[in-house]
């Protein structure tokens, strides 16, 4: 069982009226469960229109109650983005800062999206979904690179790799399939 601050559990509830199948997912759940700082919240939500317009055109009628509240916007997550990728919004909010990344495919594609094995988990309000690979990373205190599309993701996995060494120390890289390692 996985306690859900009460903050993120709020937050997420108001996030799905907007975007239904919206998930907190990634990190922030790793870090939790694992017991190791948090260093942000990310909210996936599925099923966006892939116009980055409409998405921010949600975002600030809905979610913002202030529009000082969207510290940041990007039509997508930069130079490594990966293309179900339609926007990404930080927002500062009163009970708790975020980042919405809104995604075209479906919510069945947010846990899997992961590239680390350990960061496949996710919560949809109700329950915690932890993959078969985030068990087994988890089991054996190591970080498994699943998905690495080009030679950009790899780039961030590698920099990812490096700031997780520091949060799991001795909890090494363990080789998936034919997907590189940067040891």
């Known amino acids: 069982m996985l306690n859900i601050p009460s903050a993120w559990a709020e937050t997420l509830a108001h996030v799905r009226k907007v975007f239904p199948g919206a998930m907190l997912a990634g990190g922030c759940l790793r870090d939790l469960d694992n017991g190791r700082p948090i260093k942000d919240v990310d909210i996936f939500a599925p099923n966006c229109s892939a116009s980055f317009d409409d998405n921010y055109e949600l975002v600030r009628q809905h979610l913002l109650p202030s529009p000082n509240m969207l ?64 068990l087994a990373d988890q089991q054996q205190q190591r970080f498994t690179l699943l998905r690495c599309e080009d030679d950009k993701q790899l780039d961030r996995s590698r920099r990812r790799w490096e700031r997780f060494t520091k949060k799991y120390p001795g909890w090494p890289l363990h080789p998936a399939g034919d997907l590189p390692l940067f040891l």
Not at 97 to 114: A, F, H, N
Request: proline share 3%; charged share 20%; with cysteine.
């Open 71 to 134: 510290h940041n916007s990007l039509g997508q997550y930069g130079e490594w983005a990966t293309k179900e990728c339609v926007g990404v919004f930080d927002i500062l909010a009163p009970t708790l800062d975020y980042q919405l990344i809104c995604l075209s495919t479906g919510p069945e594609t947010i846990t899997g999206r992961m590239d680390f094995g350990l960061c496949r988990i996710s919560h949809d309000g109700t329950d915690v979904f932890r993959s078969e690979e985030y």
